[in-house]
Every structure is written in structure tokens, then in C-alpha cells.
């Protein structure tokens, strides 16, 4: 199973998260068809962590989480559930920011998250 199938299956599988966004979970980009809000998530780097013996140890997903709704309430709550859902799974938090798309007339609350393999 893939970084990225994980994650969404752990969001999905989150009633906090669920609650607020169905399963509106998308990877690369979401739907035009798609319900307010939503969730889009995108690998933005992956780290392999070796040992001096050229061991793979580990590997690191970065993922931005964006959380898309109507309003800045909206989307900060659905960043909530997913922040909740990500702690309680032990992935960690590198940052949380806000923005506006004005083509789009919607506002997005943006999660940094590590996703150690």
C-alpha cells in the first residue's frame, strides 16, 4: 500500500473528518463536480533515509493536505479533523497555513505532514 492510499484511508476512516467532508478525499486535485468543502493531498517530496552500508532504513512522504470550503471557518475546521486524525495516527505536523484562490472564490487551510514508511 502506497504512502498516499494510506493516507486517504485514514482520513476517510476518521469520523471527524468524514462528518465534514464525506469522502471527498482526493489526491492530486479534486473534481470539478466535487461538493464544498474537500480534501486534496499531494506528495511534495520523499526522503530515504540510508545507513552508511547503503541500507534503506526508512522513507519519509511529504504531503501538503489542503482543505478547500466556501468560507475560512469551514476550512479551518475541516484542517482541525484532519490535524486530529493525523496526531492520533502519530504523523507529524511541520505546518499549518491559510490562503485564498480568487478563481476558484474559495479558501483553503494547508497541513505540511510527514508520513514515515
Same mark, same amino acid.
Given at each position: 500500500?502506497?504512502?498516499?492510499?494510506?493516507?486517504?484511508?485514514?482520513?476517510?476512516?476518521?469520523? &471527524?473528518?468524514?462528518?465534514? %467532508? &464525506?469522502?471527498?478525499?482526493?489526491?492530486?486535485?479534486?473534481?470539478?463536480?466535487?461538493?464544498?468543502?474537500?480534501?486534496?493531498?499531494?506528495?511534495?517530496?520523499?526522503?530515504?533515509?540510508?545507513?552508511?552500508?547503503?541500507?534503506?532504513?526508512?522513507?519519509?512522504?511529504?504531503?501538503?493536505?489542503?482543505?478547500?470550503?466556501?468560507?475560512?471557518?469551514?476550512?479551518?475546521? %475541516?484542517?482541525?479533523?484532519?490535524?486530529?486524525?493525523?496526531?492520533?495516527?502519530?504523523?507529524?505536523?511541520?505546518?499549518?497555513? &491559510?490562503?485564498?484562490?480568487?478563481?476558484?472564490?474559495?479558501?483553503?487551510?494547508?497541513?505540511?505532514?510527514?508520513?514515515?514508511?
Amino acid at each position: 500500500m502506497s504512502a498516499e492510499s494510506e493516507l486517504r484511508a485514514l482520513l476517510v476512516a476518521t469520523a &471527524g473528518v468524514t462528518a465534514l %467532508v &464525506g469522502t471527498r478525499v482526493r489526491a492530486e486535485r479534486a473534481e470539478q463536480s466535487d461538493a464544498r468543502p474537500f480534501v486534496v493531498f499531494s506528495r511534495t517530496g520523499t526522503d530515504i533515509e540510508q545507513s552508511l552500508f547503503d541500507e534503506v532504513l526508512g522513507t519519509k512522504a511529504v504531503f501538503e493536505v489542503a482543505c478547500w470550503a466556501d468560507n475560512r471557518a469551514s476550512a479551518e475546521a %475541516v484542517a482541525d479533523a484532519v490535524q486530529t486524525a493525523l496526531v492520533a495516527d502519530h504523523r507529524a505536523i511541520n505546518s499549518r497555513a &491559510g490562503g485564498y484562490d480568487g478563481d476558484l472564490d474559495l479558501e483553503v487551510a494547508v497541513l505540511s505532514v510527514d508520513w514515515w514508511d
